[in-house]
């Protein structure tokens, strides 16, 4: 079945690590998205990919960065430049520019310790 | 700016009485407008969605909702709530426009069913 991995599923940090999480989809879907969701937020765009080797900031994309080599991934880099990044991180891909919804992946949840 | 507006933060329901989460949106030339469904530390599932068909959407598990251009609202319902249905829902809309990319999330309406 197509979808989206994201792995791993529960990450640990300490202060002033990078860590990177994985985001894989087998749906070709040309754009993919990362989201940071916090309790009573809602889902924030960190940012998006429309294309191989193109990315877009979205509005949190501070202490953030991504690359797109491949079509099938999108991998987030949480730097140590985010000094708030304990959250649920979601990955999303969609046909286009979404215009008939977006396709998630699981999510990451990311502790900093 | 563009924005969702859903309007509890939390609804609380019985088993077998109906369910209703409100979602207003600002207006705009022919949005999308989706919700989704999130269980406890999962992704994101696709309800339902309207895309400038049919007014009344029918979605996934007896859920639908009623796009009302005049009221710019995106109200989702059911007649009859299942202990399943516990979870967060969230009103999506996506604005059109040249290279429009990103969606627009209300902040969620948390959904208690009670047995």
């Known amino acids: 079945d197509g979808g989206i991995t994201q792995s791993p599923k529960y990450l640990f940090r300490k202060e002033g690590q990078n860590v990177t999480l994985s985001c894989e989809q087998n749906l070709n879907h040309d754009a993919m998205y990362w989201y940071r969701q916090d309790p009573g937020q809602g889902l924030r765009l960190i940012y998006y990919?429309?294309?191989?080797?193109?990315?877009q900031k979205g509005d949190i994309a501070e202490g953030y960065s991504v690359s797109r080599e491949k079509k099938e991934s999108f991998p987030l880099t949480v730097t140590s430049a985010q000094k708030n990044p304990t959250a649920f991180y979601l990955c999303a891909s969609s046909i286009g520019s979404g215009n008939y919804g977006y396709t998630f992946g699981s999510g990451t949840r990311l502790t900093v310790v | 700016a563009q924005s969702v507006t859903q309007l509890d933060s939390h609804v609380s329901v019985s088993e077998g009485t109906p369910v209703l989460l409100r979602c207003n949106y600002s207006?705009?030339?022919?949005?999308?407008l989706f919700w989704y469904v999130q269980h406890p530390n999962k992704g994101l599932q696709l309800l339902l969605k309207y895309t400038s068909a049919a007014t009344l959407v029918k979605g996934i598990n007896g859920f639908e909702a009623e796009f009302k251009k005049s009221e710019t609202s995106f109200h989702l319902t059911k007649p009859s709530a299942h202990m399943s249905d516990a979870a967060e829902y969230f009103c999506?809309?996506?604005?059109?426009?040249?290279?429009?990319?990103?969606?627009?999330f209300g902040k969620g309406t948390k959904l208690s069913v009670i047995p």
């Open positions: 990919s429309q294309i191989v080797n193109d990315f």
């Open positions: 999506v809309v996506k604005y059109s426009g040249a290279g429009s990319y990103q969606l627009t």
């Open positions: 207006s705009s030339y022919s949005p999308s």
